[in-house]
């Protein structure tokens, strides 16, 4: 069953005419009204992977840093002298002797 005919008016002259969903162009002065473009799934879909990899690559680089890499580590020498006369405890004379439990004992 064919649907009745809608009335339109035209956006620049205002003229009123009959036509279907589709807007028709104008008679009168032939504008041609836009057309309609659904939602573009495709460009979601490219933000989020943007957004994504952007996200990965802070979270790496931020990791990255945090790990060290890159930074050289201060001679033994100047970090020592760095502390100065300040002592904590157990930076004695255990600095040269590393700490070993009796499980590293040659024996077992």
């Known amino acids: 069953m064919p649907q009745a005919p809608k009335l339109f008016t035209c956006p620049r002259c205002r003229q009123t005419y009959l036509g279907h969903d589709p807007l028709p162009d104008c008679p009168q002065c032939g504008y041609d009204y836009p057309a309609r473009e659904g939602f573009r799934w495709d460009q979601l879909v490219y933000l989020l992977?943007?957004?994504?990899?952007?996200?990965?690559?802070?979270?790496?680089?931020?990791?990255?840093?945090?790990?060290?890499?890159?930074?050289?580590?201060?001679?033994?020498?100047?970090?020592?002298?760095?502390?100065?006369?300040?002592?904590?405890?157990?930076?004695?004379?255990?600095?040269?002797?590393?700490?070993?439990?009796?499980?590293?004992?040659?024996?077992?």
């Open 49 to 108: 992977a943007i957004f994504g990899l952007l996200s990965f690559l802070l979270v790496a680089s931020y990791y990255r840093g945090n790990m060290g890499v890159g930074r050289p580590e201060p001679p033994e020498s100047q970090a020592s002298q760095d502390s100065g006369g300040e002592k904590l405890p157990g930076s004695g004379s255990t600095r040269s002797a590393p700490f070993q439990s009796p499980y590293h004992e040659p024996g077992r």
